[in-house]
């Protein structure tokens, strides 16, 4: 691989995290916090429990945009890590079954 084109995405990725901390000062975000129910697993954990998540992960060509960006908790950001949503499909589905369970 070209190394000019390996430091373009990684420039490309500290502009989009940039951007995602600049979002989450921002009141559209506080407000997305003050629901406090994480988006993936539907839990509410408070705004205090809650991170964010690209749907999208900036390391595989998301954006920090609003339509990209939701809270979750900090058990499924984890979880999740650089997954796209069709590939995150099963552990949501293990978590629902788990949870029926109960």
Do not use: F
């Amino acid at each position: 691989m070209d190394p000019s084109l390996l430091y373009l995405e990684e420039e490309e990725i500290r502009r989009e995290r940039r951007k995602a901390r600049a979002l989450r000062a921002s009141p559209w975000w506080q407000r997305r916090l003050a629901k406090g129910v994480c988006h993936w697993c539907g839990c509410a954990v408070g705004a205090a429990g809650l991170t964010m998540d690209h749907i999208v992960p900036v390391a595989r060509g998301g954006k920090s945009v609003k339509g990209n960006l939701v809270p979750c908790c900090k058990e499924c950001n984890s979880a999740k890590k650089g997954l796209l949503p069709m590939e995150w499909e099963g552990y949501l589905e293990r978590c629902k079954a788990d949870s029926s369970l109960d």
